[in-house]
Nanobody, 122 residues
Framework: QVQLVETGGGSVQSGGSLRLSCAASGSTYSTDCMAWFRQAPGKEREGIAA???????TYADSVKGRFTISQDNAKNTLYLQMDSLKPEDTAMYYCAAEGGRIYTGNCDPNYWGQGTQVTVSS
């Protein structure tokens, strides 16, 4: 089992920055990838960034060039640096991880955090 706890959400004006953190505990050695998802009211959950064990990153077009995913393996912590924030980035942000099963190369999380709210005002 892997436990994930997100911190760092809050309110910011358009154009501002925030950094989300996700502290992982438990069987973190078993994780093959970690990712950030978000869900805005009335919309489907969207995968926005992922990083695998080798450090390879992928981004959704909606955040590419503005958000950066990174991980500190020594601290078992995942980060999401969010710059040039827009009102449409307003959502609940979730940290997620896949582990303990055969990894296909596409991050398909089976562990989820409780989420942290990000609100961007115009």
């Amino acid at each position: 089992q892997v436990q994930l706890v997100e911190t760092g959400g809050g309110s910011v004006q358009s154009g501002g920055s925030l950094r989300l953190s996700c502290a992982a505990s438990g069987s973190t050695y078993s994780t093959d990838c970690m990712a950030w998802f978000r869900q805005a009211p009335g919309k489907e959950r969207e995968g926005i960034a992922a990083i695998d064990r080798d450090g390879t990153t992928t981004y959704a077009d909606s955040v590419k060039g503005r958000f950066t995913i990174s991980q500190d393996n020594a601290k078992n912590t995942l980060y999401l640096q969010m710059d040039s924030l827009k009102p449409e980035d307003t959502a609940m942000y979730y940290c997620a991880a896949e582990g303990g099963r055969i990894y296909t190369g596409n991050c398909d999380p089976n562990y989820w955090g409780q989420g942290t709210q990000v609100t961007v005002s115009s």
